[in-house]
């Protein structure tokens, strides 16, 4: 059986602490019907044991439930050319440079921010750079990776963390330690829902 819309992992009960946002469902989640699953769901669920994260606590998700042609998320975004022509008619961001998410495709962001108005996480963990782009509004991982953030679009003050895609490691195997310290962070920080920065004196030069 193949499945045109491949439907959430809800979590075992809600409010739940965690929620995984992927970007989209590849050739196996398709068939099984389920996120992250195949070799990317396998290097997910290695990630969440290393840091004793139980996945069916999790909602698990992504930004669409339709597969991208090729597996390849760029092929599913579009050329400005592609938009409205009334500009008060589309009024999201570039995801990347010259890069659009799809007009068609906009009910998808409705059906994400449902799920995650539901499931109430106390964090977002954002696996990819379309996953970033729906909270924040930029779809670059680099830079903001590692780092516990406020949402500001999709669902404005949600607490999340960004990070790249389990399936990057796979060309980049030497990523997969820093992962692995993401996931031991939105651990950490699932606890609660506030945001609470470290406070730090930094003395310079002192006598």
Request: aromatic fraction near 8%; hydrophobic fraction near 40%.
């Amino acid at each position: 059986m193949i499945f045109e819309h491949v439907p959430p992992q809800l979590p075992s009960r809600t409010p739940c602490k965690m929620a995984f946002v992927a970007e989209a469902p590849a050739d196996y989640e398709v068939v099984d019907g389920k996120p992250l699953v195949g070799p990317s769901g396998r290097l997910f669920d290695k990630l969440c044991r290393m840091a004793g994260i139980e996945r069916s606590e999790c909602l698990v998700t992504n930004v669409v439930d339709v597969q991208a042609p090729d597996n390849k998320i760029d092929k599913l975004l579009v050329g400005k050319r592609m938009l409205p022509a009334d500009p008060n008619a589309y009024t999201l961001p570039p995801v990347s440079k010259g890069r659009f998410f799809p007009a068609h495709l906009v009910p998808q962001l409705d059906r994400l921010k449902t799920e995650i108005e539901a499931c109430q996480p106390n964090i977002v963990v954002c696996l990819g750079g379309l996953a970033a782009w729906a909270f924040m509004g930029d779809g670059r991982v680099k830079g903001h990776r590692g780092t516990i953030q406020v949402a500001t679009s999709l669902v404005p003050g949600q607490k999340i963390l960004i990070t790249y895609h389990p399936a990057f490691t796979f060309h980049s195997p030497q990523m997969f330690p820093l992962l692995a310290m993401d996931f031991a962070k939105a651990k950490r920080e699932s606890e609660n829902r506030e945001v609470v920065y470290p406070k730090r004196m930094l003395m310079v030069e002192p006598t």
